[in-house]
Every structure is written in structure tokens, then in C-alpha cells.
């Protein structure tokens, strides 16, 4: 099993942005059902934040998907490393909006926005258990 963890920009606005995500959680739910892959998805200014933790080759397969998803663009690997066991493993894509405690996790580690590309290994960790313990969210559009 390995995790990784991309982000993205998103090529949408609003006032498509909800469609468009609970497009994209759908989707992305049904497929990471078939393959046993977990995950969390964040979305906050426009970019997207998500680890997918499975298989190896499900995770290639579903990042080969998303290169060619019109929704996504900038797509850039941060983290990718083997695990043994999924922290995830209740979701097959946990969704997180726009949430105070993780406005205040970047503003802990010095930086005034949402900027996931600028963590470190550790910091990503920390961002993650933090994200394990938040409750998800339902979104219909």
C-alpha cells in the first residue's frame, strides 16, 4: 500500500463550484469503492489538497484519471511514501471544506493561507491527523 498526496488547481468558479465538487465526490467515491482506495479531499481558494492512500497500481490508474480530469490543472505529487496501514480506511473519500481548524493549522506553521505545497513531510503528517479528526462533510449540491 502506499499514500500520496496531490494538489491541484481547480479550473472552475463559481457559481459551478458546487456542482462540480459534489460531481467530483461522487465520481471519485464509486471509483475508489471498486478499488479499495481511501482517501481525503480539502478544497479552499480555488485548489484542491488530496491523499489517496492504496494499492500502488489503483493509485497510479486514479492519478493517470485525474491528470486527464478538465476539472484539475497544476496537478503536483507532495508526498507519495508505502504504508502498511490506510489512515483513511473508513472513507472512500472523506470530504473536508472550508474548516476554521485548518485555517489555523497554516496560520501555527507561519504562513497567512492555504498553502499545502510550502509544508513539510511532518507538517503534511500533522495536517492529516488533523484532518482524521475533523468530521466530514456531506455535500449535494
Known amino acids: ?19 462540480h465538487l ?3 465526490l461522487t465520481e471519485s467515491r464509486q471509483f475508489n469503492a471498486r478499488h479499495d482506495i481511501h482517501g481525503v479531499l480539502y478544497f479552499a481558494d480555488g485548489q484542491f489538497l ?3 492512500e492504496g494499492q500502488t497500481e489503483d493509485i497510479e490508474q486514479l492519478m ?13 505529487v507532495i508526498f507519495q511514501q508505502p504504508i ?3 489512515l483513511f480506511a ?8 472550508r474548516q476554521h481548524p485548518i485555517k489555523q ?11 499545502p505545497d510550502k509544508l513539510s513531510s ?20
Open 22 to 24: 459534489s460531481d467530483i
Open 122 to 141: 511532518e507538517q503534511l503528517q500533522a495536517l492529516l491527523s488533523l484532518m482524521y479528526q475533523l468530521d466530514g462533510d456531506d455535500l449535494v449540491a
Open 50 to 52: 488530496q491523499c489517496l
Open 64 to 76: 493517470q484519471c485525474i491528470r486527464r480530469d478538465p476539472r484539475h490543472q497544476n496537478i503536483n
Open 105 to 115: 493549522f497554516f496560520q501555527s506553521q507561519h504562513y497567512g493561507q492555504f498553502c
Open 90 to 97: 473508513g472513507w472512500s473519500m472523506k470530504f473536508i471544506s
Open 1 to 19: 500500500m502506499q499514500t500520496l498526496c496531490y494538489i491541484s488547481h481547480a479550473t472552475f468558479e463559481m457559481p459551478m463550484q458546487m456542482q
Open 84 to 86: 502498511t496501514q490506510a
